[in-house]
């Protein structure tokens, strides 16, 4: 006998991430707060061309060492966001891990302005790590199809082929040289 | 709510099997019961609770001696716990252990459908143990746990296994265990590893902060939830012979037996540990309980050229092995185990099995049994991915099936075995809540 309730925290729920062999994908559909779309707009266009800024969010992301790539999607005149991400291992299962990390930090610039989340940084400072897993999953939406041309390849194992290639092509050169 | 001002605990309301260590040596007995009348079930917790020791009880000046009792989901409700209390249970326990079986590995050989009775079956409602450094002291007590079984029907022991150290004083792959101990704050019980800070004590006792930094949530109501905790158990069959033979096969010589095996668990026999005796056992430290444990991967062991990354004792607990990555976050995951040996040993030497069951009863603590033993058990022991190695499962406990693969660092090449099987099966287990002692006596008084 399973009893499921209203009550039951988010890291209780079922999996929602489609899964394509290592790795899982998180989608997240938010609504932008209605007059907010603008100042979420130039946020994006600035962590994109702040080099500085860039630079701090790759690393952020790259430090997790099992996210391939994460995007954000402006759509339906900037009045909706999309968060689409792939991440080794189960979405779900790390789901506590990340959210001490300091995604949530990086995110939380642009998640205050969808609904949903606090309407400034001290309010979104403020939310609990529940109220947050609570946010994000609840507007996680399950991926009608998900597929990946490396299915078998983590993260790690991408980086350290590319650490190989380098040093094998290095050694050709100074072979041939 | 942030809370990071340490809170005593309640250790006179703490069953002591939650926080101390096992005694060493030790004899056990796992009873299994089944609730056929909610008011017998009651009397039975009245009777028991007397029996049960605290956490705050002084230890026996000749050793350590106790009885702990947990509950299954069907155990809660056989008793007759408000619908609306059993629904704020997390829904991993209120499924079970079989329910969880795909998640968990325990396919194939390991698969419900093959577990012992009454393992996952629904019909196991009270787990009692009893723990005693030897077989006298462990039959007085179990004297007075049966004293507390009421004549007429309504609650009957369904199951019984006993346990045992073998005369070795390993498990029965031949290895020491049962050396690490976290550090729990406010548990007055020194940690096994000085390196490693103590964890909140919310991680294994409920109602207090966390490594979350918060309140988790507690089953309802707090009368009920208050000072208890979750108990994994699995009865897991050890195929010592298939063990040995895969040893045999896969060496060069004796020696290089020794040396994979220890490279496959993280440790020597003696409970040396590799990171600290790279090259050959060191049973003087083995037995050193203030330095068996005093290591740390990233910093000791960053590129496991001593323990291999996908040993199982470096999988089970990583210690500061993704110090420089951001998930993996080993406080998150720990779970205090508490395992003893059943069965006969394997005489040295034997290399065919002999049919007789021998294992371990594997048991875990935790507050949180998603995010803890199952943690552990999903992406630590059963994958490999969050090293970069998907295709490598735990060499000793994962579910292979005979064609897995374990990569053992090496210079200048690396070492690679193959074709492992499965020599670990679980033969059952289930889900229990421990509950804390006033916890029990308000299990013994409900009256619906």
């Known amino acids: 006998m399973a009893v499921q309730t209203e009550t039951m925290k988010p890291a209780a729920s079922p999996r929602k991430g489609r899964r394509a062999g290592v790795a899982s994908e ?43 790539e994460a995007r954000y999607v402006l759509f339906d005149d900037d009045t909706r966001l999309l968060i689409a991400t792939s991440f080794d291992g189960d979405w779900d299962v790390y ?25 400034d940084l001290a309010g979104a400072a ?52 | 709510v942030v809370n990071n001002s340490p809170t005593a605990l309640e250790l006179d309301d703490i069953q002591r099997g939650v926080l101390h260590p096992r005694p060493s040596p030790y004899v056990g007995t796992y009873l299994l019961l089944r609730i056929a009348d909610r008011r017998v079930g009651r009397a039975l917790l009245r009777q028991l609770i007397p029996v049960i020791a605290s956490a705050a009880d002084p230890m026996n000046p000749d050793g350590d001696t106790w009885v702990s009792v947990s509950l299954t989901f069907q155990g809660l409700n056989a008793l007759g716990v408000p619908e609306h209390s059993l629904a704020s249970f997390p829904l991993e326990f209120q499924q079970g252990m079989a329910a969880r079986a795909a998640i968990l590995g325990d396919v194939d050989e390991s698969s419900p459908v093959l577990w012992e009775k009454p393992f996952g079956t629904g019909d196991v409602h009270i787990a009692v143990v009893v723990l005693s450094p030897d077989a006298a002291r462990r039959d007085v007590l179990l004297e007075r746990v049966e004293k507390a079984y009421p004549a007429v029907e309504g609650v009957k022991v369904i199951y019984r296994q006993d346990a045992r150290v073998l005369a070795t004083g390993r498990e029965p792959f031949g290895f020491k265990d049962g050396i690490s101990q976290p550090a729990v704050e406010g548990s007055l019980i020194k940690g096994s590893n000085h390196l490693e800070g103590a964890l909140k004590a919310g ?30 158990f699995r009865k897991l069959h050890q ?35 590799l990171v600290l005796s790279p090259d050959r056992d060191d049973p003087t430290l083995g037995q050193d309980p203030a330095g068996n444990n005093e ?39 720990r779970i205090i185990r508490r395992s003893t040996s059943y069965g006969p040993p394997l005489p040295d030497g034997v290399l065919d099995d002999d049919g007789a069951d021998r294992g371990i009863v594997f048991v875990a603590i935790q507050a949180h049994i998603k995010r803890q033993f199952e943690f552990v058990q999903t992406q630590w022991v059963n994958d490999g991915i969050f090293r970069g190695a998907p295709g490598e499962k735990d060499p000793i406990v994962g579910p292979n099936d005979g064609t897995g693969v ?20 679980n033969r059952g287990g289930e889900y229990c809540f421990m509950p804390g002692l006033r916890a029990l006596a308000w299990l013994a008084e409900l009256d619906s």
């Open chain 2, 239 to 273: 195929q010592v012979a298939a063990f040995r033979q895969y040893l045999r096969a896969n060496a060069a010589s004796p020696e290089d037996q020794t040396l994979l095996a220890a490279k496959m668990m993280g440790r020597w026999p003696s409970g040396a540990p």
């Open chain 2, 295 to 333: 290591f740390l991967y990233h910093v000791d062991d960053p590129t496991g050229l001593r323990c291999p990354a996908g040993a199982h004792a470096r999988r089970a607990n990583p210690r500061d092995a993704f110090r420089d990555e951001l998930i993996g976050i080993n406080r998150l995951h």
């Open chain 1, 126 to 177: 403020a939310l609990s790590l529940d109220d947050w897993k609570e946010f994000l999953t609840a507007h996680q939406v399950t991926a009608a199809e998900y597929i990946r041309t490396y299915p078998d390849l983590t993260v790690k194992q991408i980086l350290k082929a590319q650490q190989v290639m380098t040093a094998f092509q290095q050694l050709l050169d100074e072979a041939s040289s």
């Open chain 2, 406 to 425: 374990f990569t053992i660092p090496r210079q200048p090449v690396r070492r690679r075995i193959r074709g492992l099987p499965r020599f670990v099966i």
């Open chain 2, 203 to 232: 991680e294994f006792v409920l109602g207090y902060p966390d490594e979350d930094g918060a309140l988790a949530p507690i089953p309802q109501p707090d009368a009920l939830g208050r000072n208890g905790t979750y108990v994994v």
């Open chain 1, 26 to 68: 998180l989608s997240v559909l938010l609504k932008v707060k209605p007059g907010r779309e603008q100042q979420l707009r130039e946020h994006l266009n600035k962590e994109r061309e702040d080099t500085v800024q860039d630079a701090e969010g790759r690393k952020i992301l790259a430090d997790i060492q099992t996210l391939h």
């Open chain 1, 95 to 119: 789901i506590d891990d990340f959210f001490r990390t300091k995604v949530l930090t990086y995110w939380s610039r642009f998640l205050i302005h969808c609904e949903g989340a606090p309407d």
